[in-house]
Nanobody
């Protein structure tokens, strides 16, 4: 499984940005997908995740109501729509995938496949 993230950039506080993550696998039906982020000097943290076929949606409290994860099955691409961005959202954002859903979805070590990361910088 290969993942390629894109869409990061420099924005101002309050702006919106959409990240994309293209996948290479033929079928993703039994997989779960997620977005993580890592700010400078901090550990990688869970942002949001879901089963590729739907269900088990989870989101970090810090982004609830602002960030939405979605997917385009035909394009085998998942998205992270980020609205009302804040300076504290500044981080490298990674898309991730694993076979099956885990109750430890928040733990980065339980995810098997990672995109290369895309930098999001939010200025105040």
């Amino acid at each position: 499984v290969q993942l390629q993230a894109s869409g990061g950039g420099l924005v101002q506080a309050g702006d919106s940005l959409r990240l994309s993550c293209a996948t290479s696998t033929r079928t993703f039906n039994n997989y779960a997908t997620a977005w993580f982020r890592q700010a400078p000097g901090k550990e990688r943290e869970f942002v949001t995740g879901m089963r590729w076929t739907g269900g088990s949606e989870r989101g970090a409290d810090s982004v609830k109501g602002r960030f939405t994860m979605s997917k385009d099955t035909a394009k085998k691409t998942m998205y992270l729509q980020m609205n009302r961005l804040k300076p504290e959202d500044t981080a490298v954002y990674y898309c991730a995938a694993r076979y099956g859903w885990s109750v430890q979805f928040y733990d980065a070590s339980t995810w098997s496949y990672w995109g290369q990361g895309t930098l999001v910088t939010v200025s105040s």
